[in-house]
C-alpha cells in the first residue's frame, strides 16, 4: 500500500513539474475556473480501524467519489464531497459479511500557483465506519464520528472548463461509538476509523 502511495505522489510531482519550468509571462491558454464546479470519479480505498480489542487489518475496497462546489478565487475553491466503498467477505469473514466505509466532507481546496493546477486539499468530515451479515443479525455494527481530512491532486484539462483529476486523500476520524443495530447499544470502547483513498475523477469548473 505505501508503494502504491509513493508512486503516485511521484506522478502528481511529475505533473507539476511543467508549471515550474514555464516562461515567466507567457500567456496562459486555459479557461479560467470560475462559478460552480462539480465532479465524479473511482478509486480504491483502505479503512483501518482502532479499538481496545481491534487485530483486524486495513480494508481495501473500490470506492465512488461525487463533489460540488464552487470557485472562490484563482487561488481557492469551496466543495463538498460524499465517498464510499464496500467489499463483501470483509475481514476474511463468511461471503455474506460486507464491509462498508466512507465519508462526506467539506472542504478548502488551494491552489499554490493561481494559474496552476496541482491543488492541495483540507476539511473536517463526518467518518463512516459499517459491517454487516445478510440478512441483517446481531452481529452488525457501525461507527460515525467526526474528523478531519487532507490530500493533494491534479486538474488535467482536456477541454473547456473540464478536467481528469488523479488524486490522493486521507481522513482522519475521531473517536466513534460502536452501535450494534439490532439493540442499538453503544460500546464504550474508543473507535477510530482512518480512511486512505485514491482514484481519479472528471470535474466540470
Not at 3 to 23: C, D, G, K, M, N
Not at 157 to 173: D, E, K, M, Y
Request: aromatic share 10%; charged share 15%; net charge neutral.
Amino acid at each position: 500500500m505505501r508503494a502504491t502511495f509513493r508512486v503516485l505522489y511521484l506522478i502528481l510531482i511529475a505533473l507539476a513539474t511543467p508549471l515550474a519550468a514555464q516562461e515567466v509571462g507567457a500567456p496562459d491558454t486555459r479557461p479560467e475556473r470560475a462559478g460552480f464546479w462539480w465532479g465524479v470519479g473511482a478509486g480504491v480505498g483502505w479503512a483501518s480501524i482502532e479499538c481496545s480489542y481491534c487485530t483486524a487489518g486495513p480494508l481495501r475496497a473500490p470506492m465512488i467519489q461525487l463533489g460540488a462546489g464552487v470557485t472562490l478565487s484563482r487561488s481557492f475553491a469551496l466543495g463538498l464531497q460524499l465517498a464510499g466503498g464496500g467489499k463483501h467477505d470483509a475481514y476474511s469473514g463468511p461471503a455474506d459479511n460486507t464491509g462498508t466505509f466512507g465519508d462526506v466532507n467539506l472542504s478548502v481546496y488551494w491552489y499554490p500557483l493561481p494559474g496552476g493546477d496541482l491543488w492541495v486539499q483540507g476539511g473536517v468530515a463526518r467518518v463512516l465506519w459499517r459491517v454487516t451479515k445478510d440478512p441483517t443479525d446481531s452481529n452488525t455494527y457501525h461507527a460515525i464520528a467526526t474528523g478531519l481530512t487532507a490530500g493533494v491532486g491534479y486538474d488535467l484539462p482536456i477541454g473547456r472548463a473540464l478536467s481528469i483529476t488523479p488524486s490522493i486523500r486521507g481522513v482522519w476520524g475521531g473517536k466513534g461509538d460502536l452501535v450494534n443495530e439490532q439493540t442499538d447499544a453503544r460500546s464504550e470502547v474508543e473507535w477510530r476509523t482512518t480512511i486512505v483513498t485514491a482514484g481519479i475523477a472528471i470535474v466540470w469548473h
